[in-house]
């Protein structure tokens, strides 16, 4: 992903952060009863910034994956596009955190998403066929939030 794309993406949750603070914030002061719907919307808004910025392609290719490196932070909700560029079947694992893909057939995609519990550096590869496939590895640096 481009530099430029992700600082749109870092304007976008600011500015949508920032909307959804202040319709709460109004809305607030009209009174109790309105309290309630103010709480709905500034979590439904939270909710989908939060969902554009997180999701990472992880790419599956004959030769390895791209990112080979990817990072998280704990109770933060990961959100992965596992897409099959190459020309045999792959999939991913990530056994830590029993993530467990089914094989992907070339051009085929899968979303994973899943809220790391634990920090550490942990491993994850394609497995077609139940071994893990030579070249076909990563790991996955999860920080403590």
């Known amino acids: 992903m481009s530099e430029r794309r992700i600082r749109a993406r870092w304007l976008l949750l600011g500015l949508s952060t ?9 809305l607030s002061f009209l009174g109790p ?3 309630e719907k103010a709480a709905d919307f500034s979590l439904t808004c939270f909710d989908s ?3 554009t910025q997180t999701l990472i392609t992880v790419t599956l290719r ?12 704990t109770k933060a909700p990961l959100h992965l596009r ?3 560029q190459g020309g045999q079947p792959h999939n991913l694992v990530i056994p830590d955190f029993y993530i467990f893909t089914n094989n ?4 085929e995609s899968i979303d994973v998403s ?3 519990d634990k920090a550490g550096v942990f491993p994850f590869y ?5 071994n893990p496939e030579p070249g076909l590895q990563g790991s996955l640096h999860v920080s403590k939030n």
């Open 33 to 35: 009863e309105k309290s």
């Open 114 to 116: 899943f809220t790391p």
């Open 104 to 107: 992907l057939n070339p051009k």
């Open 126 to 130: 394609s497995d077609t066929g139940g």
């Open 82 to 84: 596992v897409v099959n």
């Open 49 to 51: 910034a939060v969902l």
């Open 18 to 26: 920032v909307a959804c603070l202040g319709v709460t914030c109004v």
């Open 62 to 73: 004959d030769d390895g994956i791209l990112p080979a490196s990817l990072h998280a932070s």
